[in-house]
């Protein structure tokens, strides 16, 4: 092993490991959010209704939960560096398909392949923090994780405006170009692992099950997560449709530019994580839920207050942050040798509850506007408070959840 490869437990992380990692995170995972503020561009290119262009959106999402299900926990088997060049190899490929799709129905199919293979960012995450010490791992997570959203915010401007000059289909040539970026970062600096198992696939799988029976921890982490990532998703899934009504009536670059409200979450994340280490993983994942809650009640105002909207949406991106940090870290202290499998746990139900809150997010904002579209989503990220709260026991991975 190299020694620039080389990320130990003794030797800790240096600052430039951590941002390329955390930059490794940011370019992963924009894949799957360059075409938000487009949907009401590429609907209209290919003739059909805005509600119908969503479809991108909820696609992509599912086939994110499923490249997280059958590609992250060969993480545990195979050394993350190959299986994350794999990846990003076919993600490539995907964004060109996207690129010169011909008809709306084959862009959405590819739509979801891009998905599927977008999930070079959970491939690092468990990588990295599997070489941490436990004292640092909220701190670290929370880097990672403030650079994954980083791509995420970063995706929707750049977005915006290559879409409002060059048009939808030059946002989907970029990426693929930023992975061959990727590619060699990973190549050159993604750390190789010495703690792989030589299970079957099939066991592998069969695992997951597993732990998810064995773990109550991990149950409430991927109910939680799921609850609150649709909330967030219900959002920003219809955030480009009704910015484009009356009274705004925002063009691409002009909605693109609303993912720049993110760069004060991004600001604080490993703040975030070294507060989920002070203060206990259960108290951070309660306190991002009723944040999002708060959020939600900016956003019922942002049909007739722009800077109300901006709050909210401030509010929603701390608070599923803080939420998010604090089920990493808290699941990574259970089974040191299955963290890719105890993410691809989380990681699904996050996923699947953002396909889940697209569709909410888009039928409360169809039949109420900003008000449904809170309604939604409060009405989501207090039943993760509630199940956070209701359903913890001081069991014993619980007591070591609270160490860490």
């Not at 048009?167 to 170009?177: C, K, L, M, Q």
């Not at 994580?273 to 839920?289: C, E, F, K, P």
Request: aromatic share 8%.
């Amino acid at each position: 092993m190299s020694e620039k490869a080389s990320f130990t437990v003794t030797q800790g992380f240096s600052r430039r490991q951590v941002f390329l990692m955390a930059l490794s995170c940011a370019l992963a995972v924009s894949t799957i959010y360059y075409h938000q503020p487009l949907l009401p561009q590429i609907a209209s290119a290919f003739g059909v209704t805005v509600a119908h262009g969503s479809l991108i959106g909820t696609l992509t999402q599912l086939g994110y939960a499923m490249g997280l299900l059958l590609f992250v926990p060969l993480g545990d088997g195979i050394q993350p560096r190959k299986l994350a060049s794999l990846a990003i190899s076919a993600n490539a490929v995907a964004l060109i398909a996207c690129a010169v799709a011909p008809t709306f129905s084959l862009l959405a199919g590819c739509s979801f392949l891009v998905g599927m293979t977008a999930v070079t960012a959970q491939i690092i995450i468990p990588a990295v923090s599997g070489q941490t010490t436990p004292e640092r791992r909220g701190r670290v997570v929370g880097s990672l994780l403030g650079g994954l959203s980083s791509g995420v915010l970063l995706a929707r401007t750049v977005s915006g405006v290559v879409g409002a000059h060059l048009g939808w289909r030059a946002i989907f040539v970029f990426a693929s170009v930023a992975d061959l970026a990727l590619l060699v970062i990973i190549i050159r600096n993604l750390p190789l692992s010495g703690l792989l198992s030589t299970i079957r696939y099939r066991r592998l799988m069969g695992s997951l099950t597993v732990l998810i029976r064995e773990e109550r921890l991990l149950r409430i982490s991927a109910a939680t997560s799921f609850l609150l990532f649709a909330a967030f998703s219900a959002l920003w899934t219809t955030l480009a449709a009704l910015l484009a009504r009356l009274p705004y009536e925002f063009g691409p670059a002009a909605i693109g530019a609303f993912g720049l409200v993110g760069i004060l979450g991004l600001a604080v994340s490993p703040q975030v994580g070294a507060v989920a280490d002070r203060i206990g993983t259960r108290n951070m994942a309660s306190l991002g839920a009723i944040t999002v809650t708060v959020a939600f009640a900016f956003v019922a105002a942002g049909g007739i207050s722009l800077s109300c909207l901006i709050v909210g949406m401030v509010l929603l991106d701390l608070g599923n942050r803080a939420a998010l940090v604090a089920n990493q870290t808290r699941i990574y202290a259970l089974r040191p040798e299955a963290r890719s499998r105890l993410n691809t746990v989380l990681m699904v139900s996050y996923f699947l509850g953002g396909a889940s809150g697209s569709v909410l997010g888009g039928i409360g904002a169809h039949f109420e506007s900003w008000i449904g579209l809170a309604a939604v989503g409060a009405t989501l990220s207090l039943a993760a408070a509630a199940v956070n709260a209701l359903s913890y026991r001081q069991t014993r991975p619980a007591l070591i959840e609270e160490r860490a």
